[in-house]
């Protein structure tokens, strides 16, 4: 596989589940990043992962919990979501610092929670 | 406080004509800036881009018009094709500290071009 590959691609979970999110690139990229798309909202940054260190994290809820075993791999876990958090989450690697041409990003996740 | 502004929702065009769409930014320090194209159930992808040091970067159908003084950047694509149908996001990087680079985006316009 090459590029971004995020899974599962539509996910339905109750306000008491605990799901993960998972994103792989094979671009040898060292940089990902979790964003969060809601309609009518611009792309919203939730984490950045340099060298699989998190090195932002923007006032995100404690309920989303971000975990970068290695440069290939992101996750987000996810528990006690509220219906508002039902979007889209969307994956991106870079190879930072450089942004020439910006980042990849993967298909989604499409997240539903009832 | 939305730093990158696309004001319009959506925009539709006859095919064959030209396509504008328009982005405001607020962030005198942004140095870099880039369109992404969107199609529904995939993410966005990679469109074109432009340094602050110019103002024009053409590439086939698509030119991009930086304005720094007026903080406004603008998309042409001409002529506008039915495949160009999409949601499109502006988006500025630089001005920020930290170990990496970050994209801010704005709230996209959907194109629709009619055949």
């Known amino acids: 596989e090459t590029g971004v590959t995020q899974t599962p691609r539509h996910l339905v979970m109750g306000m008491t589940n605990k799901k993960s999110l998972k994103c792989e690139q094979h671009l040898g990229h060292n940089a990902m990043y979790w964003y969060k798309q809601s309609a009518k909202k611009p792309l919203e940054l939730m984490f950045v992962y340099s060298l699989e260190e998190r090195v932002e994290n923007n006032s995100v809820p404690s309920r989303f919990s971000p975990e970068c075993p290695n440069s290939s791999h992101l996750f987000l876990h996810l528990h006690t979501l509220q219906p508002e958090d039902s979007a889209l989450y969307l994956c991106a690697s870079s190879q930072d610092p450089a942004l020439r041409d910006g980042y990849t990003f993967g298909s989604g996740t499409r997240l539903t929670v009832v | 406080d939305q730093q990158v502004k696309q004001n319009s929702p959506s925009l539709s065009v006859q095919e064959g004509r030209i396509s504008i769409l328009n982005c405001d930014y607020t962030?005198?320090?942004?140095?870099?800036f880039l369109w992404y194209k969107k199609y529904p159930a995939e993410g966005p992808t990679f469109l074109i881009s432009?340094?602050?040091?110019?103002d024009k970067n053409e590439d086939g159908r698509f030119t991009v018009f930086l304005n720094k003084s007026a903080k406004h950047l603008s998309l042409h694509i001409v002529p506008s094709q039915p495949g160009d149908s999409a949601v499109y996001f502006c988006a500025a990087s630089g001005g920020y500290g930290g170990a990496t680079n970050k994209l801010i985006f704005g709230t996209g316009t959907l194109l629709a071009v009619q055949p």
């Open positions: 432009i340094s602050s040091i110019k």
């Open positions: 962030n005198s320090m942004f140095d870099y």
